[in-house]
């Protein structure tokens, strides 16, 4: 069964870093396209980065030069390393499997709040 | 990217017809046959519902059903039921491996 469980979000102020992790279960996220999609409190979903199994990476234009996307095999888990962050920044995160063009799973999400 | 624009909110009552729409431009919608639905419920993983334009991934009701036409992509949900109450999102290749999402469209029961 596939499963994807974020960690890491949090309180951090405005100029901070934050590192979000997504632990992934049932497949191998060096094998498929991994997105991360954000929503902001009252807001819509907003797509905020991916990395294709080749490694390559693409980032929306609010997120490029302060956020990276990246994934350990060993781990089995993919990341979004977030600097200068800012209080637009503030969201739910999420992890997805990219898959043919499609988000077809998706995790829980993890709360990260950027606020002095 | 600017958002693909969705009504903010459709309603029905049970066993009726709700469509939403999703429009796009040329450079998204318009351009590509990859256009997907999401379904979320607050505080849960969202959840697709129909990829490709008009694809129902096993275990999604046939109720639900994806079509587009230009630049506008719509989703119907037939035979409205309590549990369909969600909020919808539409999302569509837009090139350059990026992707943007519709502003969202909440659906109610009465």
């Known amino acids: 069964e596939v499963q994807l469980v974020e960690s890491g979000g949090g309180l951090v102020q405005p100029g901070g870093s934050l590192r979000l992790s997504c632990a992934a279960s049932g497949f191998t996220v060096s094998t498929i396209y991994m997105t991360w999609v954000r929503q902001a409190p009252g807001k819509g979903l907003e797509w905020v980065s991916v990395?294709?199994?080749?490694?390559?990476?693409y980032y929306a234009d609010s997120v490029k030069g302060r956020f990276t996307i990246s994934r350990d095999i060993s781990k089995n888990t993919l990341y979004l390393q977030m600097n200068s962050l800012r209080g637009e920044d503030t969201a739910v995160y999420y992890c997805a499997r990219e898959y043919y063009w499609k988000l077809d799973h998706w995790g829980q999400g993890t709360l990260v709040t950027v606020s002095s | 990217q600017s958002a693909l624009t969705q009504p903010r909110s459709v309603s029905g009552s049970p066993g009726q017809s709700v469509t939403i729409s999703c429009t796009g431009t040329s450079s998204d919608v318009g351009g590509y046959n990859y256009v997907s639905w999401y379904q979320h419920h607050p505080g849960k993983a969202p959840k697709l519902m129909i990829y490709d334009v008009s694809e129902r991934p096993s275990g999604v009701p046939d109720r639900f059903s994806g079509s587009k036409s230009g630049n506008t992509a719509s989703l119907t949900i037939s035979g409205l039921q309590a549990e369909d109450e969600a909020d919808y999102y539409c999302?569509?290749?837009?090139?350059?491996?990026?992707?943007?999402f519709g502003t969202g469209t909440k659906v109610t029961v009465l």
């Open positions: 999302c569509s290749y837009a090139g350059s491996d990026t992707y943007v």
């Open positions: 990395i294709h199994n080749d490694g390559s990476t």
